[in-house]
């Protein structure tokens, strides 16, 4: 067998070929053994304050019992959570998990399409939302099956020092935007209402939905990944055999600048780091880099993970190179490409290696990661994680050998059951043995190391974030002065890709800034067009097929700023 897995020669020293995913019924079960292993540890911080892993035990039952004793939830309902990296992220998480709910991440930064869309879809009957995003909520709560509605504000569980925070965003910062949501409990008082309910074991295995994942697809339209207990504990145990080799158990601390709702580090940060007792740095405004820079200061990292653009922006921050390294050891990045440009000066500043991983909603996400002691960056995604099988496909579906380029397959005990209630689109990618179509396309060399060649879809990736041409054309073709449109990705320096849009008018005196204006509105802001070309007509295939392809290759493609 080891013929068909030339990778397994090559793993770092101490990680084994297969994991036994069984010592855990599900997601709940491990965290229950974190709380009890490093209660007095630190768990999470931010702002300055730190949970320790017995007080998110704690809150997290008693928000258990707010869903279960006061709102009467059951096993298999869905909550959606849409908060950036804050304190209520993983007390909300591990108690909808432990009250055996199924959780459905929402991107905080959706506009009410995309919000109305996705709790719709995924018939979601609670959601606990940051004060910040509730008038998005408002907009379109009517028209879902959300029930109970959860509000918070980001200095809640901050204290004294949090009462200031949620003055300041309100009345000086302007940062929240006046609701109504007449039927909204608090978060602190939904805690205080479950703690007089005791938390209910409820039954859970690995065959139970513990995530609705949402993903863009060729389609355009948001579909749930359906990622069981099963598939999310064997992923926490893949990671973590490969982290593990190269982690303090409960002397780590991990800086959480990616968001939770992304499955990156809800999977990487909040369960594998998890499991082993460190403390999750959580950094609720990224963007904000040199208040970021002042909080690496504070932290004494041991460990980051990011995208690209992540890495890139710290680098360009003044006072990041000043900082103490001494204790970093892993780099971990994924989500996009990283740049061999970036990767070289970040081993030049900070002395660590930037590691590649590869993985996909799909998977849980990890399917590939690089050996963490790596010297340099080496342009690979990686050797497929323990109990994974990785394949190179041709077009007609047969096995490719080692160095043939074709489709990157997936096989392994962390790819999902499928998408919610859409059995068409999940055939589509799910093969009768297992095997997952990634899309992408990729070659392997002789070591099982493999390296992404191009994507065979058009999804373009904007700082780690799917963008389907479909879902912006879609919108674009709802303004009544535009006749047809096309989306392609374009390289940008700080993004990896940005959105560029060419458009046939219908109404001559159409503007871009009018039309920036339009999908403004309608989209969220990594999927919103960077630029846009007016055109008289676009390229098409004899079937009248817009063809994307051409346009993306067109290097004289005059550009039209704004």
Not at 110 to 118: D, P
Not at 178 to 201: C, E, I, M, Q, T
Not at 334 to 347: F, L, P, T
Not at 519 to 544: A, Q, W
Request: aromatic share 8%; proline share 6%; charged share 20%.
């Amino acid at each position: 067998m080891s013929n068909e897995r030339p990778w397994l020669a090559h793993y770092p020293e101490g990680v084994p070929a297969q994991i036994d995913s069984n010592q855990y019924a599900s997601v709940a079960a491990v965290v229950e053994e974190a709380f009890e292993r490093f209660r007095q540890r630190p768990a999470f911080a931010s702002f300055g304050k730190k949970l320790s892993y017995g007080q998110i035990d704690e809150m997290s039952r008693q928000f258990a019992g707010y869903l279960t004793g006061v709102l009467k939830l059951g096993k298999g309902d869905r909550i959606a959570i849409m908060m950036p990296n804050v304190l209520q992220y993983p007390i909300a998480l591990f108690g909808a998990l432990r009250a055996g709910l199924v959780v459905v991440n929402t991107n905080p930064m959706y506009t009410a399409r995309e919000l109305k869309h996705q709790l719709e879809d995924a018939g979601a009957k609670a959601i606990v939302v940051l004060d910040n995003f509730a008038a998005t909520l408002q907009q379109v709560v009517e028209e879902t099956a959300v029930k109970h509605i959860i509000t918070t504000g980001i200095g809640d569980l901050l204290g004294a020092k949090g009462v200031l925070i949620n003055f300041a965003l309100k009345h000086v910062k302007k940062m929240v935007p006046p609701y109504h949501l007449p039927h909204a409990v608090r978060f602190n008082d939904a805690l205080a209402k479950g703690a007089s309910h005791p938390l209910v074991k409820v039954p859970l295995g690995h065959d139970d939905i513990a995530f609705l994942q949402y993903t863009g697809g060729t389609t355009g339209v948001a579909k749930g990944a359906m990622l069981t207990h099963g598939n999310m504990v064997a992923n926490m145990m893949q990671a973590g055999a490969w982290i593990g080799t190269n982690a303090k158990p409960g002397e780590e601390v991990i800086i959480t600048a990616l968001p939770l709702y992304h499955i990156f580090s809800l999977t990487a940060n909040g369960l594998v780091f998890m499991r082993l007792g460190g403390l999750n740095w959580l950094i609720t405004n990224p963007r904000d880099m040199p208040g970021f820079v002042k909080e690496l200061k504070q932290s004494h990292f041991t460990a980051l993970t990011g995208v690209n653009t992540l890495f890139n922006g710290l680098l360009n921050t003044p006072g990041f190179a000043e900082l103490d390294f001494s204790r970093l050891h892993l780099t971990l990045g994924g989500g996009m490409a990283v740049q061999r440009a970036v990767a070289e000066r970040w081993k030049k500043v900070t002395g660590c290696t930037l590691v590649e991983a590869y993985g996909l909603t799909e998977t849980s996400p990890a399917a590939c990661i690089n050996p963490l002691d790596l010297p340099a960056y080496n342009g690979s995604i990686g050797l497929p994680i323990p109990s994974t099988d990785v394949a190179i496909w041709s077009e007609d579906g047969q096995p490719l050998p080692q160095g043939e380029v074709g489709e990157l397959m997936v096989r392994g005990p962390q790819v999902m059951k499928g998408y919610w209630q859409r059995p068409d689109e999940t055939a589509k990618v799910l093969s009768a043995d297992g095997w997952l179509h990634t899309g992408d396309v990729a070659r392997m060399d002789e070591k099982g190391y493999f390296y992404i060649v191009d994507r065979k879809k058009d999804m373009i990736l904007v700082s780690g974030f799917n963008v389907y041409p479909n879902e912006v054309e879609d919108v674009v073709m709802q303004h009544p002065g535009v006749a047809e449109v096309a989306a392609v990705g374009v390289p940008d320096e700080h993004s990896g890709e940005v959105v560029k849009l060419f458009v046939v008018r219908k109404d001559p005196n159409l503007t871009v800034e009018e039309l920036k204006k339009f999908c403004h509105d309608n989209l969220t802001g990594y999927k919103r067009p960077k630029i846009i070309e007016f055109r008289d007509s676009l390229p098409k295939s004899n079937v009248g097929k817009i063809l994307r392809r051409e346009l993306r290759d067109e290097k004289t493609a005059a550009v039209a700023h704004s």
